[in-house]
């Protein structure tokens, strides 16, 4: 998933000529492309139970020692072989039973270092491309993890992931939301998202990657885009009926931004799988439908599955972070944390198949330490 094309080495002076002269030309948002799922309040007021939804679950507690301490994690990212999270300023690389392989750091004031580790991803030299945000600097290691490219930007990104040979797509959610930034060219070559002025101090939502697409979304839209070098090129489009927000709800200057219309559904997080379409959903001031709704829907038939995050089976998704080559959905929780929701579930669960997969939990906890180890769970879902 994660082994994205980003900067083969040519060893020749003509091809890099080559892609220096290559232009590329954002092109206008097709709204053929975008596909609409409608979501009801019927839809989110219809709890599923877990069975529904999930097959079965894997708990991949991760390796930790004096060696391999591991702070605060989101978004593990996953290859068929590898798991690789960043905590602080390193990159800790695990098989995918959670064994710990190696731990890459370079971070220093020297010119082949990073003060801070702010983005990464793999690129095709089996290495790291690293983006150190505070000093606006680019750099790539390649397998043996010796840096062979070091590059200034002139524009400040926050996020950024690999769309093409030498391409990366950068936000800044100041200046340019949404820019694809050229490693050849040392420069911006196409601004796709215009600054909208009237909502400017609101940013985008990480970049996110699946089966060769790369997909955005702003902050309190109800669209999620795909982009490829071209430009934006489609995506879907989740109708909420009156709580659908747009670029034109009449969204309130508050004292941190613009808020939100008072029952409008903010989509908080979204993954696309082969087969299913992950939604995390809050509804805003809402006395009816209160908390936050994880909604599951599948591609194949149109159904949706929902559960609430303040029901028991809810408290165990926090939010999925990614997905595996092999389609399952992750997420990482804290082993300690981990513990208590299984003791949550074992206090109210009544159906025997949500307690044939509490049961099944229960026996993978069963040497994890609580004190230390991350845990990263994965989920396998029905068939619906």
Known sequence: MICNS?????????ILCCLVACTHQPAAQN???IKTIKITDSDLMKESPMHDIIQSIELIPLETS?????????????TTDRIYIKSGGSILVFDRKGRFIRRFNRRGRGPQEYTALSSFFLNDLGGFTVLDGPGQKLLVYDKNDSCILTQRMTVKSGPMVSIGDNLILCSNPVKQPLFIW???????VADLLPLDERRKVLPLHTFWQHAGKTYFFPIDLSD???ITAEGISGGWHFDFGSR????????TLGPY?????EGSASITNFLESEQYVYLMVK????PSLKGVFHIYYSKKNGSIRTITSHSPQGILLPGLQNITPENEFVTILSAIFLGKVIQNWDEFLTDPEDRALLESMKAQMANVKPEDNPVICVYTLQDF
């Open 244 to 251: 659908t927000l747009t670029k034109d709800s009449p969204f």
């Open 182 to 188: 050229d490693i050849a060219k040392e420069k911006v």
């Open 6 to 14: 980003f900067f083969r080495l040519a060893g020749s002076f003509a």
């Open 283 to 286: 509804l805003i001031s809402e």
């Open 31 to 33: 709204d053929d492309t």
């Open 257 to 261: 931004g613009y808020d939100r219309p």
């Open 66 to 78: 004096d060696s391999c301490l591991v702070s605060m994690v989101t978004n593990p990212l996953f």
């Open 224 to 226: 999620i885009y795909t």
